[in-house]
């Protein structure tokens, strides 16, 4: 049997964590209530064991990952993972604010940067 590794995260919102897995590649996942994702295995049998986010008390999702995925889905990928959440709730707070993206441009470093306009209404 493989051991479980926990992993906290501060993402709150299944949608945006659904959209921010789907970036990184992951694009087989169920969703079978509001407080769990389960990671499916694709194509290349990634992952190779249990890999699910399950949503705490205080409402933040944890991470659940075997060792056997530990390689892949490492604190690295945990980052990228929480930069593409970040950026699916800033996009849908500005839509939500009559804003709309003019350009979107990535440095080499990862960070992303958008020009906004509000739109009148």
């Known amino acids: 049997m493989s051991h479980i590794s926990t992993i906290l995260t501060k993402l709150v ?14 694009l087989k996942v169920a969703v079978p209530n509001d407080d769990e994702i389960v990671v499916l295995p694709d194509n290349t049998g990634y992952p190779k064991g249990d890999f699910r986010f399950s949503r705490m008390a205080d409402g933040r999702f944890k991470a659940q990952i075997t060792d056997f995925d530990r390689g892949r889905f490492n604190r690295l990928w945990f980052q990228k993972l929480t930069q593409r959440y970040a950026y699916h709730v800033a996009l849908e707070t500005f839509k939500a604010q009559n804003f709309e993206m003019i350009e979107e441009t990535a440095e080499r470093d990862g960070t992303i940067h958008l020009t906004l306009r509000r739109m009148a209404g």
Do not use: P, T
């Open 13 to 26: 919102s299944v949608q945006h964590i659904v959209k921010a897995l789907e970036d990184m590649g992951i």
